[in-house]
């Protein structure tokens, strides 16, 4: 029987903005298909193909394509892609990397970046388009900034500080700054005011998206974890059932040590820095602010925090509560339901 009549099982799709390459195998792990199929006939192509095991790289374009497949019926798994890598063989070619990733999916201990809803992705756009933003304004104050300390006028830190300076900069007709130059620091902040309303449109939106969610409601019942970190992880996560334990999404955020570790001993380093940087930026910062302003005498989580503040520094006291924001908020979205309880520490002396 020829290689063609044999039908596969696994497919390995090489994703691309025009061309996609596609490799199948049978049971055995042997190519017995190799196709370059358009954007417009990928789906076609699958119609006609019995249901398959189908992986594909993680990259923009994945998601929806992932999405289309399982309509279909088909099981679709989506790679991170430095987990193909290994299984790329001699020389690189598309073809060369849709069997890798037919023969990576299929591995029983391989990890899996989890298929979205269209609504995870329309939060996860949000967010995004805001962090965009949100820099633009970051940059657009050091650059004016910057213009005001050519002529010898300081500003406070901060955006709060530069805000408020500024109209007092500019109406001081004692200070060097020349006509020209005011009259582009006054065109800069009607760009500067025009940023800050888009902003505060797209906050607006996150908190109605956090108020209509249940899980994100839930979310904000822990200590330092507000609306736009709540609907960060919902986007990012969803229900968390593709961890397996709480300590999973915590090192999946880059909240845990790196180790490197060989001949029975073990080095463990800062913390790894790997996944969602955005996310794991607002979980510190809500950790951080969390220690300066939760009432400890309150809070059970005041006992584990006066403990741990005796041992250790204040920015590794502050990862430590971001991972443990991580481990509770793993729970809430894993259980139907669950809260955090704010429980009284006289009655309570550890954070279960």
Known sequence: MSNQKIAAVTYGIDLGKTWFHVVGMDASGNPVKKAKLSRSNIQGFFVNVPGALIGMEACP??????????????????LPAQFVKPYVKSNKNDIIDAAAIAEAVTRPTMRFVQVKHTEQVDLQALHRS??????????LINQMRAFCLEYGVAMRNGVGGFKSGLPAALADEANDLTPSMRELLVDLAGDLAALEGRIAVLSRKINAVADASDMARRLTSIPGVGPLIATALVSAVGDAHQFKRARDLSAWLGLTPGQYSTGGKTNLTGISKRGNTYVRTLLIHGARASCMHLDRSKDRLGVWLDQAEARLHHNKLVVAL???????????????????????????????
Do not use: C
């Not at 309880?341 to 954070?351: A, H, I």
């Open 61 to 78: 374009g994945s998601q929806w394509l992932a999405r289309k497949l399982q309509a279909l019926g088909h099981q679709v798994r989506i």
């Open 130 to 139: 805001r962090q965009l933003l949100v820099s633009t304004r970051t940059r």
């Open 322 to 352: 971001a991972n443990k924001m991580v481990r509770i908020a793993w729970v809430i979205l894993t259980r139907a339901g669950a809260l955090y309880e704010r429980r009284d520490p006289r009655f309570s002396t550890e954070l279960n």
